[in-house]
């Protein structure tokens, strides 16, 4: 019953190319979001979508692209990757009021 | 400026004793939430403790508790008779705006290591 879901956990890919990671949440909450954390544990927000709507884009490149095609769905397009890309990317959700409940998390790796 | 601070990147502490992960915060909002997660070395972000703004008693669960203080703008971390399993990175993380749709800023982190 894994309440928030990645997919895939590990992706190698080489610099240029286009990858998506996928998020899923069957706790019904309204808001979700991505989280990058860097090689230095640094955890920051990049995006946060509430019932679809994109609410917060903190400065990221519009080589991400988020795409929430229904709430419990949250994708994570990234085009044209580059080394400075390789992070662990979560995804998160929380109810109205509450914690909020990540991700295993998806560790990507530019090469 | 910082919105979390965490002042030790590392901690050392012997099984079964008590350690406590210092955490500063700056808000100007009345309404906040303050959180701790921990991150063992697998990778997941575990949610341990919460405290709101608002909120007049400490906040606890189980062995872990929050030493909220208001006028000092800290919300330190105890973990009372620490386990080998309690080794992990733990982060402090705070909402503004206390809302459950404002994202969580994180501190830069404590690597907590237990020894036995």
């Known amino acids: 019953d894994t309440a928030v879901s990645q997919t895939p956990k590990y992706l190698v890919t080489q610099m240029g190319n286009d990858k998506s990671i996928k998020c899923e949440q069957n706790?019904?909450?309204?808001?979700m979001y991505w989280y990058k954390q860097d090689s230095k544990k640094f955890l920051k927000i990049m995006f946060s979508y509430n019932n679809k709507e994109l609410i917060i884009n903190e400065t990221v490149p519009n080589r991400f692209s988020p795409k929430s095609p229904d709430k419990a769905h949250l994708n994570l397009h990234i085009n044209s990757l580059e080394l400075g890309d390789s992070a662990v990317y979560f995804c998160?959700?929380?109810?109205?009021?509450?914690?909020?409940?990540f991700g295993p998390g998806t560790r990507l790796t530019v090469t | 400026a910082q919105k979390i601070t965490q002042t030790q990147p590392g901690m050392f502490v012997q099984e079964k004793e008590a350690v406590t992960l210092d955490c500063t915060y700056d808000?100007?909002?009345?309404?906040?939430?303050l959180f701790w997660y921990k991150q063992p070395s697998s990778g997941e972000m575990i949610f341990l403790i919460y405290?709101?703004?608002?909120?007049?008693q400490n906040a606890t669960e189980g062995r872990y508790s929050l030493n909220f203080q208001k006028a000092r703008k800290s919300a330190n971390l105890v973990i009372s008779a620490s386990q080998l399993g309690d080794s992990a990175m733990y982060f402090c993380a705070m909402r503004e705006r206390n809302s459950g749709n404002t994202p969580l800023v994180f501190g830069k982190g404590t690597r907590l290591s237990v020894i036995a």
């Open positions: 808000t100007s909002d009345q309404s906040y939430g």
């Open positions: 998160a959700s929380s109810p109205i009021d509450g914690q909020k409940y």
């Open positions: 405290q709101g703004s608002y909120d007049e």
């Open positions: 706790l019904g909450h309204d808001t």
